[in-house]
């Protein structure tokens, strides 16, 4: 179980949107610390999608943005795209287990 | 950007001992926080062990606390992480990941490619 809670799968049709929430807690979300979200192709590393709470990289599309309310935080793609597919996972700090943590990951299908 | 290579893994039986390594290069390496974050194949990321640019701070989750060890050396551009008493649960794929701040616990913005970690007798 997770410290931070995904859900596992999510799908959408090309050109949709879709969010990905991440559900966290008092000690770490909810603390205020900040939210990253990574993207994992099949077979390949994570790469960083989202970094403190909605910036996103050099490189990485405006088709992505993330945002932060609370104890959650969530992912949100516009104009799903067949190479979206892949896993995503959110990423924070959790000051009752003194380290970092992730979420469990959802894996997104493009129809 | 910064490239990191892992090396180290293999097989090793219950209660052995594996010493994982990762070069990095591109970047200041001691500007920055590194990571060890492992993955069971075809499951999710779990973060292993940080530690602060200077060596100063060390974290681990509490089922590697006592028997995985985070080091690194500034001079070499190098981070690694010394597992004692391995356990079948510690199988995985470990990657190393460069943290984007000086301390652990933001963003991680670089990874490597990961070195597998097969522990079995």
């Known amino acids: 179980q997770s410290v931070l809670t995904q859900p596992p799968s999510v799908s959408g049709a090309p050109g949709q949107r879709v969010t990905i929430s991440c559900t966290g807690s008092?000690?770490?979300?909810?603390?205020?610390?900040?939210v990253h979200w990574y993207q994992q192709l099949p077979g390949t590393a994570p790469k960083l999608l989202i970094y403190?709470?909605?910036n996103r990289p050099s490189g990485v599309p405006d088709r992505f943005s993330g945002s932060k309310s609370g104890t959650s935080a969530s992912l949100a793609i516009t104009g799903l795209q067949a190479e979206d597919e892949a896993d995503y996972y959110c990423?924070?700090?959790?000051?009752?287990?003194?380290?970092?943590?992730f979420g469990g990951g959802t894996k997104l299908t493009v129809l | 950007e910064g490239q990191l290579v892992e090396s180290g893994g293999g097989l090793a039986q219950p209660g052995r001992s594996l010493r994982l390594s990762c070069a990095a290069s591109?970047?200041?390496?001691?500007?920055?926080?590194m990571h060890w974050v492992r993955q069971v194949p075809g499951k999710g990321l779990e973060w292993v062990s940080g530690?602060?640019?200077?060596?100063?701070?060390?974290v681990y989750v509490d089922s590697v606390k006592g028997r995985f060890t985070i080091s690194r050396d500034n001079v070499q551009n190098s981070l690694h992480l010394q597992m004692n008493s391995l356990t079948p649960e510690d199988t995985a794929l470990y990657y190393c990941?460069?943290?984007?701040?000086?301390?652990?616990?933001?963003?991680?913005?670089?990874w490597g490619q990961g070195t597998m970690v097969t522990v079995s007798s």
């Open positions: 403190i709470n909605n």
């Open positions: 990423q924070s700090y959790d000051s009752s287990l003194i380290g970092s943590v």
């Open positions: 530690i602060s640019w200077n060596s100063g701070s060390t």
């Open positions: 990941a460069k943290d984007s701040s000086i301390l652990p616990g933001e963003a991680l913005d670089v």
């Open positions: 008092s000690s770490n979300i909810g603390a205020g610390y900040n």
């Open positions: 591109g970047f200041t390496f001691d500007d920055y926080a």
